[in-house]
């Protein structure tokens, strides 16, 4: 029982549906928080989920379980049979960038909230809309 | 116009059905793949052999793509600029507040292991999994631990930039030399030997340009760490 489990676990349909439908459902998670919240610093937190779900879903696309790692060592001699090893330092760099982008808007967030003591983005309203 | 939020079980309910719509619809393009998807990877793994670096993704980073990371650094400098701005401005003393016995102690016993640690990760980044952004990640987290256990102290600015213009600079510089030496920017002019494969002093210039953007990493992170806990202190 346990063993079929997880043959079928092991299978590449099944990895790459659960890789895909997990991502993908991480997504829509931070799109919904993204969308119902009214606190400016859940807003951010509802982007960076669904940053994550993005990494998760490119390495998980990019994955081959045949292949090892891209580093020698532990018994690897030779760069074959290893995964593809750029979208790793795609999502390095995204990763980077998006903690960048995620510490300046929550600086934003900290100095408009000293200024004006407010959280909620329905009473921003400086520019007299509403 | 109003931009209250008061979501219905309708709303709800769409939303539910809209992303299931859409992660099946995803599902079904992303089955249909054909099987053999010619890889970038391939070639540039072959490249990768003849640079004496054991960790591909580090080769990617600092050698292939190193103009790529030299603007990526500096958007973590801008934003690191924008947050100093933001968040420097009018800033008060902090409170005189004494932190828990426990948090004094066990950051000062804690502190050096992390910094050894990070910097074990920097240096070694090209033959295990690791290098210069995770290090420098690792260093920030560590000066993290002493400005929340003490808080009287403060990381010197003239530390910070120091070590924030040498890291650029010699970045720059590093390329600079391998424009000149070789044939473009970046160029491994250092001595780079296939048979020292896996050992320390392997691979030219490239654990020299991940040390480098670990140091700056590093500070960059502290100060912005600093500035965001510094500045939700006073009131």
Known sequence: ?130 | MNFKRDVSIRTYSGFALSSLLVLTILNIILQNIPDKVERAGEQLLELNAQEGVANAVTSVVAYFRGFDTLGEIAVLFVAALGIGMMLSSNCKAPHKEESNFILQKASKLLFPVIMLFGVYVMIYGHLSPGGGFQGGVIIASGMLLLLISDQNFEIPHSVISALETFAGISYVLIGLIGLLVMDRFLGNFLPHDISEMGMLLSGGIIPLVYIVVGIKVGSEMSLIVQNLIKRSEDD
């Open chain 1, 1 to 130: 029982m346990i063993e079929t489990f997880l043959t079928y676990l092991n299978q590449d349909s099944t990895i790459t549906a659960m890789v895909n439908i997990g991502s993908m459902t991480l997504f829509f998670i931070g799109l919904f928080g993204l969308l119902t919240h009214r606190h400016i610093l859940r807003i951010f937190i509802s982007i960076s989920i669904m940053e994550i779900a993005i990494f998760l879903f490119f390495i998980g696309n990019t994955f081959d379980k045949r292949f090892t790692a891209p580093i020698l060592g532990d018994g690897n001699t030779a760069f074959v049979a290893m995964n593809d090893p750029i979208p790793h330092a795609m999502i390095l760099t995204a990763i980077v960038i998006g903690m960048a982008v995620f510490a300046l808007g929550i600086s934003f967030a900290i100095e408009y909230y000293k200024l004006t003591g407010k959280t909620d983005i329905n009473e921003m309203n400086e520019l007299g809309e509403s």
